[in-house]
């Protein structure tokens, strides 16, 4: 039990770096390294039509950050945090590749490059690896690669751009790797090229874009059965706050109380029980709520850094958290530290 006066102890559940295609191409193999200037004229990963960097999106003064480890080492000492697990920006986009075997490529340098220019520098710097899931035996092999050589937390599922969701049954063998290795797999919002279609103006799009396709993986992930038989398993959904949640799960266990119980997949409610549920804790006027219907122990608390970048304040962000009016001091510090340490199992 924590002490009252004692310093808080912070995990940092979802912290990124900003890989840029001129490091990743040099963990590249040689026939893309010898296409050096071919290959960089076009981005390595495609990227949406919302650009959300423009005046029309924001007009506040922007401190964009590309920090190398260094920079990050000391946002972790200026905010006292133990550690951040580190997620990719750009690379984000993996889902949106069309070219299995050109997805394995890059996932594979991403992995690399994360573990040498951020793992290896500093211990308080955890990773989840990018998998190729256009191939699923090769994220398998992938999965287990960073998590054994690398040391690596677990695996990160794009929220959009592949072209069946993550339940279908193609994709199981890398949900059943990830159960037997007992590491965690995070499926993390990001923006796509489905986008452009959808909405009118950026802040539009920003305002939906994370939100939908990870209730779009939650709810064909319940309905899938995937989880019947996975005991270690647990699933993060990051970078989409938590209001949507109990909403959704009261759709799903309506429907699912249909379904005849020998056939019945997994309620939502018992995967929480058992703790094999996550979800970020946002910003959000439901959070309160979202704590009574939820419970306290399932939500993550993240920097989000260098995303966030009129908020590089490591020391005002975790002030922020503490001094919220809406959450128990209790669940402030199962927020901040308990349930990251339990996901993924620091």
């Known amino acids: 039990m924590q002490k009252k006066n004692s310093k808080p102890r912070i995990i ?7 890989e840029t295609d001129q490091e990743i191409i040099e963990y590249m193999s040689a ?3 010898n296409r050096r200037d071919a290959m960089l004229y076009f981005p390595l990963t495609p990227h949406h039509g919302w650009h959300r960097s423009i005046p029309a999106n924001d007009f506040r003064y922007q401190d964009f950050r590309v920090p190398d480890w260094r920079e990050w080492a000391s946002k972790l000492d200026e905010g006292h945090f133990e550690l951040t697990v580190l997620y990719p920006t750009r690379f984000m986009h993996i889902g949106q590749i069309g070219n299995p075997p050109y997805a394995v490529e890059l996932c594979r340098a991403y992995n690399d490059y994360l573990h040498d220019r951020f793992l290896s520098n500093d211990r308080r710097f955890r990773g989840m690896a990018l998998l ?4 699923p035996p090769a994220a398998v092999k992938e999965l287990r690669r960073a998590v054994k050589r690398y040391g690596m937390l677990g695996g990160i599922l794009p929220a959009d751009g592949l072209q069946l969701p993550l339940g279908h049954r193609q994709y199981w063998p890398v949900f059943r790797e990830a159960d037997r290795l007992g590491c965690a797999l995070s499926i993390h919002s990001c923006n796509s090229l489905r986008d452009n279609d959808r909405y009118l103006q950026p802040n539009e799009a920003a305002a939906l874009t994370h939100v939908i396709p990870q209730m779009r993986q ?3 992930i319940m309905f899938s059965g995937l989880m019947n038989k ?3 398993l647990r699933l993060g959904f990051l970078e989409a706050g938590c209001g949507w949640v109990a909403f959704l799960m009261s759709k799903i266990e309506e429907r699912l109380e249909r379904v005849a119980p020998k056939e019945r997949p997994v309620l939502p409610s018992e ?13 959000e006027i439901t959070t309160k709520r979202d704590v009574e219907l939820l419970g306290d122990e399932c939500l993550l608390w993240a920097s989000d850094f260098p995303h966030e970048a009129t908020r590089t304040d490591m020391r005002q962000l975790v002030k922020e958290h503490f001094d919220r009016k809406d959450l128990s001091r209790e669940a402030k510090r199962k927020i901040i530290y308990d349930n990251a340490k339990r996901f993924y199992r620091l």
């Not at 190729?132 to 191939?135: C, R």
């Not at 995967?271 to 910003?283: A, V």
Request: net charge positive.
């Open 271 to 283: 995967l929480l029980k058992k703790r094999q549920l996550y979800f970020q804790c946002g910003e």
């Open 230 to 232: 996975l005991k270690n």
């Open 132 to 135: 190729p899931l256009q191939d």
């Open 12 to 18: 940092d559940a979802d912290g990124h770096v900003r």
């Open 218 to 220: 939650f709810n064909n």
């Open 31 to 33: 026939g893309y390294r």
